[in-house]
């Protein structure tokens, strides 16, 4: 990894009790600018916020849509749990992770001993099966490339998949110069390695877990969701398919309701209490 990681934090005043502290991870090729209003509901509800973006991608350094390892994302997330637990040592804190961001955070409950600093994870559509086909040719070149050209990019297709019903939001994406549509051969080797682990160890995570997909993904396939779901050993579990609802979840026109799920889920583990 090269180059800084950008942080973006929305933070209530240091002098106001924050209930707990969010940490934030966004999905692959956008940037953590794109939750802007996920943090505003969750500051309204009285929750911290951090986030930044992941290397190669918005304001990070980094070669765009590239990372050598996928466990150099984990490292990141971890490192903003950290920060986290320095500004409010006594605050409990969550983990939030969307889409690739997901498997980021599924694969950091796994790994990473610092996930045992937090009190519950929500996971939206999280990225275990890519649902839009990728070419057999790229899938061959992809794997016999991975030693020889790892940072050969090709179009990564998200360009062309629907993510959200709200013709607002699809058409601020398309005109958002931070976006990033291309992937690199080991990126796509590591996104299968890591989406492989995390389905294996899903038996891994214990802590209390929500997780929401869409049920119209057209992006990640929502099946293996219920699967990981059923396979996690935590005992406070809601794992749910979002009938109608697009891979962007959060960014649905139904997504004041599903913000509303979420606050109220956290509000309902601050503490410990399922």
Known sequence: MTGEVYRKDWLLDAASPAKATVALVHGQGEHCGRYAHVAAAL?????????GDLPGHGRSGGLRGHIDRFDAFVDVAASWIEAARERRPDAPLFLLGHSVGGLIAARLLQTSPIAGLLSGAVLT??????RFPIPAWKEALGRRLDGVLPRLRMPSGLKEQRVTRSEDIARATAADP??????SVRFYNELLRAQAAALAEAGAISLPLLLLHGGADEIIAPEPSLDFGARVSSADKDVRLLPGLHHEVMNEPERDDVLRDIVGWLDRHVGGEG
């Open 178 to 183: 931070l976006m990033v549509y291309v992937a």
């Open 43 to 51: 500051n309204a509800a009285g929750y911290d916020v951090v986030s």
């Open 125 to 130: 559509s999280p990225a275990f099966r890519l």
